[in-house]
């Protein structure tokens, strides 16, 4: 049973390769063309009538009218009796159980595997032995022999050495140690790659470049199904485990999408509506705002009763700086933005060239060994190095902590002036110690091994998210300048630039903010994804004091980065993938004319259409069998070409076998007729075939002098599949949602063959 | 001077009830008929081509095409020089420089306007001895006699009476410090009423309906000037001195406007592109959010460097509370969210049904009388009541803040128990004393007297705002609340809802979150700001932990509000003034199509239109006569009415104009073509005139069957100004931007001829 709804999921995914080449859209028709005393007895025979095939575009203004018509149904149906008004109420209210809903799974899903990761990132290490299942950190908490000095130790937690040799030391233990911990890193990336294989392809990834894609209208089935959900819920514990260069914030948004999926399906207002499932298109309309604001709280809460982090804080790393920064700060911090920019510039270019090596070549076809492999790589490069050792969270938490007097890191090995004894709160400047310098090395090789290893873990088929070795590689960098900063300062503070804000005795520099604001420079060149940034940013820190900082840092990044190309991550590998997704920051500045983009193209074989009253339903079956476009246009004769509609493909193969079937005196000689009134024809001609009521009166149509500017606009901001181009009310040709992406990566210099979805 | 430049505005306004009948939008076309080639030609000779007329609506796509067309041509000139490299460099930059100075420019106004209202309220009641510049705060600040219990009273302060008489007590200087009170209100009212009679007419109300229409694209000439601004920003502080119920909130977001309107005027960029100059329309680009922002940030800067809130804080009631909220206080909450919900319902009716008395009967015409009269009535009646005689922002102020030990208001008069020595922060429920009983009528009559002294206060002929008036209504009730349940809760401890939570001795319920609660309450019932209204109320308190309240609260009130009329008060003043506005929470979803709404209606006289290629110089200057139409539909004949483009009024006349001023041969008796070759005309005719420049080659066109749903959607999402409707390629007929409105309006059971503009 596993193996078979996986495998469909793959099938379809293949299958739809074989549509790359079908090139038109199409809309159907049944709410747009006026004809609802039609609609019930359409809605019988065509139950089909409405879906979308698997990989492709869903037509906006078509949806929002379907949801429109069951609301007017619904509300006029409430009038009638009490159970249909509660029934309307349920529906009004179903939104927010839904939410409610998302809320509670999402949140929990998050603290379960909050835990799980922290278990078993521990578990490669050593074992709680008062109980197994405890991490590191909640097995020394609830040992009673530990001091605060050494939080870190405690007997019942026994690194494997120790449990199985019984010492501590030694060279002998140390490669034990290690030998053990590339063991487990290999153990549980192969578990999560393999799962990922079997049982739900579509769980790889970060899948944030998917989503985008299936919010702006697309179709991806079994994308955001229950197996996606559960098989990556437990892959990226395996995989964060496992101490591979990734994160978890991006397949997180993976999960909570698929709970919405899941939960969408129980409300047949959402289940049944490709658009009203999305609610989220480009534009975020208010009531969503609301909603996703509640849905939000609602997992904040539950991840707070879980409390993951065990310090009743809802962020990752909760920071508390006591001194303010001074303007000449901002220069470090721009030159951190800088760095920000052009790391996210490498890593976007060198990461989309290795996915691309991936796709073209042999090395796609064994991705369970590729996996192995970078773990096996990661592990062994990292367990030397105290700070790649360690997860990456905590490495970044650490890095954005101010060093107080309690700290025993080596981060905090200042020289202490034993003269001057100061509130907790408020230590000057001092001069680094041996342990500072040693970590700055160590955090150099770090810095270097993560930006290296991160290139070529993203894109691998587990789920791996971005945030997290982004921020690293921004904390340490940031790091590294705040202590350089720092010790500048206190060595050389008779400098003009220090003279003004940095005495000797005062705190002046908090190398801690040099990391924050690394980090959000780096996060920020990697997704561009500058708003959120900031929201992440005010949330944690919670005040408008860093704001100023953690501004000028991302948005120097974002320049940087934009001056070598304006797609961020996210965007590139869309693109690489060739999915359908307008994205509404592409600004298109090209003076084509929707002339130029057009089908059919000169020396193509002239647009198929249908006529109002002249075609016979044999030739429609055989325009049907010979092409694979979505949609025909009808127009009045082929002399005058003047449109009078569209009309779906799907709608009409089923509209014809259904009359074949039931309709007497239909056959092959039929005249098909789209008019109002049956056309005149000769007695000896058999019945004609009514089929008004699937042709789209409304079809979208733009001149062929509209600038390509406008239609691309029209796409984007109306959600349309595809657009009929007209002069003199004269049917030219169409214009598809691929046939516009083609153009735009035209434009760009791009191949338009990338594109490959319709 | 000063009077000249007000007049022009005013007649301006006045002409333009002239043109409420044009009923034809019109699109200028130099970008989009794809000739580019001509555009030089057609830069010199119209340089009015291009501008709009007061009191008109701007085509969005066009706006967008023309900034497009401009950014092209620097970006292909910055590749010839390195001065115009630098000037496009320039160029890129003006809009951060343009967000740097409004920053700037309104954090100065907004921290002048604090400063000044705060002297000018207490230069009501008395006079600084040691410095006449200095509030009754900044007086006692700097006064060395004053204990930290009697932060109020120094000798440097007096009252006038004192100043006058001698004496501070008896009923003869409580009188006399009434009358004069009266009389320095009834001064500034008069000199508010005054001036923006005579200088800026535009500077009355709270600006915010006019402006969401001005963003929407609509042009009104002066709103945004630098009369406007001046005037507004002298008559604020003089009306929010004068002891009127209302707000500098909603003004302060016009003259922010007015700012930018006058940064826009120095760059090019800005000042010639209507759609550019406002960027923000119903979408909110990333660039403009992130510039937004950094205006924002300037503005906070440069205000907290003024610091006229004396606390170095940014927010105007900060407010801390040591207690966290229990579940079962939710039902108060909700309560006060129904209140807020009635209060808004309430007041929006009210006060749209005065001021519609306002503008239809006699009382509008001496608007300075009634401000007096106002004036005088409120400050008669505010006087005698504590909580309604000092400003509006220290009440609210008052009503949010925690009670602490030191606090020695009359709301704060709490029965200590002797026995209890707590820490200052945790105090447990206590008795109230006299004073609290005391307070609790003295509150309940200021919440009636605001209640109805707001509804007549807003909309006369001075600047007023709504938020802080609204959120005193509601921090009145809320506290009220806040202190019920607080002494319920301390006297039946016992009852199985207090049981759970609060214990004898335990500090369990903050009367100050019951007022910070109810305020967002009333707020969001009035104006159904529900996003701006969490952002706010985030700032306010800074955490997670009062959202659930806020949020509860919040959507109830919007809820309740809703259930009695979807529009906010500002929609409803828009609706008021027949502004053409678009609003994007509209749904519009009723059944009716294209053909409905369009003109010409049945019975009509036909649709003027131009042929392409037979209509003469005389015909055409016939009809613009003879209609006051913005533009005509060009069709290749009369019998086919086949729609080749769309030309505009004003373009047409200026290009005749032109022709027949300049261009050899050109009579009454021209034939005007709009096709690429000239007509086949016999030798006798005079040279005919190509007009194809002017000609708008991709005019927007919907089917007659298209549905209304779908229309309303395009002319939001696109921003046109007119559709035109076809049925098989012929022209049926025209929908403008205004027809669309009066549909809507018509549809929702409301007098279609409200809606004025075009």
Redesign the interface.
């Known amino acids: 049973r596993f193996l078979t709804s996986a495998q469909t999921t793959r099938d379809d995914g293949k299958k739809s390769r074989d549509f790359q080449q079908v090139h038109c859209g199409a809309t159907p028709t049944e709410?747009?063309?006026?004809a609802?005393n039609l609609m019930d007895f359409l809605d019988e025979p065509f139950p089909d009538v409405g879906t979308y095939e698997d990989f492709h575009t869903i037509d906006w203004?078509r949806e929002?009218?379907r949801d429109?018509d069951r609301?007017?149904k619904i509300t006029s149906k409430s009038k009638e009796s009490i159970w249909e008004l509660i029934k309307s109420l349920l529906d009004a209210w179903s939104g927010w159980v839904v939410m409610l809903l998302i809320g509670l799974l999402s949140g929990t899903l998050a603290g379960v595997i909050d835990l799980a990761v922290d278990w078993m990132t521990d578990l490669k290490e050593g074992v709680c032995l008062s109980a197994f299942w405890y991490s590191h950190e909640q097995c020394c908490w609830t040992s009673n022999e530990t001091t605060f000095d050494d939080r870190d130790k405690c007997p019942q937690w026994q690194k494997w050495a120790e449990l199985m040799t019984g010492h501590t030391e030694g060279a002998g233990v140390y490669v034990l140690n290690y030998f053990l911990y590339i063991l487990w890193a290999l153990l549980f990336s192969f578990l999560a790659v393999s799962l990922v294989r079997v049982f739900a392809p579509y769980a790889c990834g970060s899948g944030i470049p998917e989503i985008k894609t299936i919010l702006s209208g697309f179709i991806i089935r079994g994308y955001l199904g229950k197996w996606t959900l559960l098989i990556k819920t437990v892959t990226l514990v395996l995989a964060v485990s496992s101490g591979l260069s990734l994160g978890k914030e991006g397949p997180l948004v993976h999960v909570a999408c698929c709970c919405g999926n899941l939960f969408c399906s129980l409300f047949s207002k959402y289940s049944k509506n490709e658009g009203k499932r999305r609610e989220v298109s480009y534009?975020f309309?208010?009531k969503t705002?609301?909603r996703s604001?509640?849905a939000a709280?609602v997992a904040?809460f539950t991840l707070r009763s879980i409390n993951p982090f065990g310090n009743s804080r809802?962020v990752l790393f909760y920071v508390e700086y006591h001194t303010p920064w001074y303007m000449a700060e901002l220069v470090p911090f721009i030159l951190l933005g800088v760095f920000g920019g052009l790391w996210g510039t490498l890593f976007i270019r060198a990461n989309i060239a290795w996915c691309r090596r991936r796709k073209t070549t042999q090395l796609g076809k064994y991705p369970v060994l590729e996996v192995i492999a970078v773990t096996g790589i990661t592990a062994v490069l990292a367990y030397p190095n105290p700070y790649t050792r360690r997860s990456t969270s905590e490495l970044i938490s650490e890095l954005f902590n101010d060093c107080g007097s309690l700290e025993s890191s080596q981060l905090c090995d200042y020289i202490n002036n034993p003269n001057m004894s100061r509130p907790v709160d408020d230590i000057p400047d001092r001069p680094a110690g041996p342990g500072v310098y040693n970590a700055l090395w160590q955090l150099a090789l770090a810095l270097i091994f993560k930006i290296v290893i991160t290139i070529f873990t993203f894109g691998m088929k587990i789920p791996s998210g971005l945030f997290i070795p982004s921020m690293a590689v921004g904390a340490i960098a940031g790091r590294i300048v705040g202590i350089a900063v720092e010790q500048m300062a206190y060595h050389h503070h008779d400098w003009i630039i220090f003279k003004n804000w940095c005495r000797p005795g005062a705190d002046c520099v908090t190398p801690g903010l040099y990391a924050m604001v690394g980090a959000a420079a780096c996060l920020g060149g990697v997704t561009r994804m500058?708003?959120s940034l900031?929201v992440i940013m005010f949330e944690l820190t919670?005040?408008?004091e860093y704001?100023?900082p953690l501004?000028a840092a991302a948005?120097t990044s974002k320049w940087v980065a934009d001056a070598f190309g304006k797609e961020g991550i996210y965007e590139s590998h869309i693109q690489l993938n060739g999915y359908p997704y307008l994205d509404?920051?592409d600004?298109f500045?090209h003076?084509t004319?929707?002339t130029d983009v057009m089908r059919p193209r000169r020396n193509d074989p002239p647009l198929a259409v249908l006529t109002q009253d002249t075609t016979t339903v044999e030739d429609v079956e055989t325009l049907i069998k010979d092409t694979d476009y979505n949609g025909f246009p009808v127009v009045?004769s082929r002399e005058s070409e003047?449109?009078?509609g569209f009309v779906q493909r799907r709608d009409l193969t089923l509209a014809i076998k259904n009359a074949r079937q039931k309709q007497d005196g239909v056959v092959s000689s039929s005249v098909v007729y789209f008019t109002e009134d049956a056309p005149q024809l000769p007695a000896s001609n058999p019945q004609p075939l009514k089929l008004r009521r699937i042709l789209n009166?409304?079809?979208f149509?733009?001149?062929d002098?509209?600038?390509m500017?406008?239609v691309v606009?029209?796409f984007r901001?109306?959600g349309l599949r595809q657009c009929l181009v007209?002069?003199?009310?004269?049917l030219l040709g169409i214009i598809t949602k691929k046939d516009v992406l083609r153009h735009m990566a035209q434009m760009m210099n791009q191949d338009p063959e990338s594109i490959m979805f319709n």
């Open positions: 709410e747009m063309n006026g609802g203004l929002k009218s429109t609301h007017r534009y309309p208010l705002l609301w604001f509640f709280l904040a809802l500058t708003v900031v919670g005040g408008l704001i100023v501004m948005v509404v920051r600004e500045t003076r004319l929707a009045v003047r449109l009078i009166l409304s079809p149509t733009v001149t002098h509209t600038p500017e406008t606009d029209i901001k109306l007209t002069r003199s009310g004269r």
